[in-house]
């Protein structure tokens, strides 16, 4: 996976340059940058570049090989500096995200800013959105992202204890996530179960991606919503479900679920896995200098990627919310051109 293809060797312009987040976002914008002349640093808290392309997508769809080819390639053709293990935040603020075990060193944000000449933010997605029910913090209820991240670093044999395994396992969604989750649970020889609120034709991952998994033996139960999970000391024994009937379009277009009253009931899981959705982790809690997180926990930028701080820039998820690789991968580069004609026209 080239970063770097669009030059054959190191530009001639002149500037400093910090990239906190070494995503597909992060990584496209390093490569365009440093094809510039730049000096780009990247800063990562994982102990490899690469953010969710190594440490949460399954590698057969995303090969690893690749990826750790990509960024050899920027740091031995075009000198870019990697510090890792090394987590971007603002001072006087604290968050735990996933992603987080490894972080040997905490920067301040406040520092970044000052020390380059500009800087662009890519940290992506590592929180995991929550039910919202009653029993959701039992033991055996992870996130999908919790689970994927877990599974990854013992293949990378970065630890050597499997996440737990479960007999039956209830997945919580239909996106990518879902998917990648019950895939993982299932090849590890549980029986499991995809819940989903609406049918498989709304599913975000797609009918095609869905109904390979029923054809291997995954179960996809439709039009039903987790209204409790069932809990025994602590444990999960099962999910409350309430069945669902499609309305009108919402806000995405898509038919909105509405529940059924008093047609609960219970399936039996031992695993349940939450992939409802992530969300965006800035460097900061919830406000730095002038930049204000959204609602979503979104860094609100112009249409040249800016932000508020008028040398600040940002890309990917931590903009648009969770997205596809290649679409993070492109709002990387675009940025990057924008950062690029800040630095050669309009920096003071």
Known sequence: MRFAFVCKGKGGKKGSIAIVGAGPAGLAAT???????????????LPYAGGLMMFAIPSNRIYPENVIEGIEDLRDRLSVKFYLKTKVFAKGQARHDEGDDFV????????????????????GTWGSRKLGVEGENSKNVLTALEYLYHWRLHEEKLINEKPPLGRKVAVIGAGLSAVD?????????????????????????GIYTINSLIRRGVRFIELVQPTKIVSEGGYAKGVELMKMKLGEPDETGRPRPIPVPGTEFVIEADLII??????????????????SADRSKRIPVNDRYQTTVEKMFAAGDVVTGPSFVGKAFGTGLRAAKFLDNYMSYFRR
């Open 104 to 123: 040997e060193k905490t920067t301040d944000l406040e520092d970044i800013v000052g020390k380059y000449d500009a800087v662009l933010i890519s940290t």
């Open 274 to 291: 939450l992939a409802v959705g992530e969300i965006p982790t800035p460097p900061f809690a919830d406000k730095f200098m002038n930049i």
């Open 31 to 45: 490569g365009y940058l440093a094809c510039m002349g730049y000096d780009v640093d990247v800063y990562e808290k």
């Open 181 to 205: 989750a019950a895939e993982k649970a299932f090849e590890a020889g549980a029986e499991v179960y995809i819940v989903y609120r609406r049918t498989i034709a709304e599913a975000p991952a």
